[in-house]
T-cell receptor, first 113, second 113 residues
């Protein structure tokens, strides 16, 4: 069964600090990996999408990396802001007829002033 | 604004009652999905559709039915609600290209008592 494991489960940092969230996946065959940000009470919003040939992609202060050999991805947040407080969800997409996604359980990030 | 609209936003049902959740998108996306999100768990796929008139089962389809009579609408039905169906339900849509991200609705919070 395809799985996506995220760590840590939760994280508390001070405003202005950097942090890195981890994602390990077993999805095969692999199509692409995505990171989403979900604010409390809202639907997830896409941050980055990476195919197996991409190993880094940035979106403002968010930088995602992908190692397709080890099946690991990370999301690095630089100079955190209070608005970064959210759940960050890693999603791996299986290559196939309908590209079914496998969602991780998310990392809950709290940024304190 | 363009996007995915879910109605209703909140609903309380009694066990055994039925209801339909409506998802509408105005982006001409081919693919549409229904997910449920429970505390401590990742988003789980209930049903999905790869085009008008098509539906397919996801990871947790039991107790739910869907229909996609029009390309822009995807309906999720609960025929006989159970307390185990208390959850937040998200609809999402996507283009056919595998590397295209999902656009999520803002969710429907359903409580079955």
């Amino acid at each position: 069964k395809n799985q996506v494991e995220q760590s840590p489960q939760s994280l508390i940092i001070l405003e202005g600090k950097n942090c890195t969230l981890q994602c390990n996946y077993t999805v095969s065959p692999f199509s692409n990996l995505r990171w989403y940000k979900q604010d409390t009470g809202r639907g997830p919003v896409s941050l980055t999408i990476m195919t197996f040939s991409e190993n880094t992609k940035s979106n403002g202060r968010y930088t995602a990396t992908l190692d397709a050999d080890t099946k690991q991805s990370s999301l690095h947040i630089t100079a955190s802001q209070l608005s970064d407080s959210a759940s960050y969800i890693c999603v791996s997409i299986e290559r196939g007829g309908s590209y079914i996604p496998t969602f991780g359980r998310g990392t809950s990030l709290i940024v304190h002033p | 604004n363009a996007g995915v609209t879910q109605t209703p936003k909140f609903r309380v049902l009694k066990t055994g009652q039925s209801m339909t959740l409506l998802c509408a998108q105005d982006m001409n996306h081919e693919y549409m999905y229904w997910y449920r999100q429970d505390p401590g768990m990742g988003l789980r796929l209930i049903h999905y559709s790869v085009g008008e008139g098509t539906t397919a089962k996801g990871e947790v389809p039991d107790g739910y039915n869907v229909s996609r009579l029009k390309k822009q609408n995807f309906l999720l039905g609960l025929e006989s609600a159970a307390p185990s169906q208390t959850s937040v339900y998200f609809c999402a849509s996507s283009k056919q290209e595998p590397a295209y991200g999902y656009t999520f609705g803002s969710g429907t919070r359903l409580t079955v008592v």
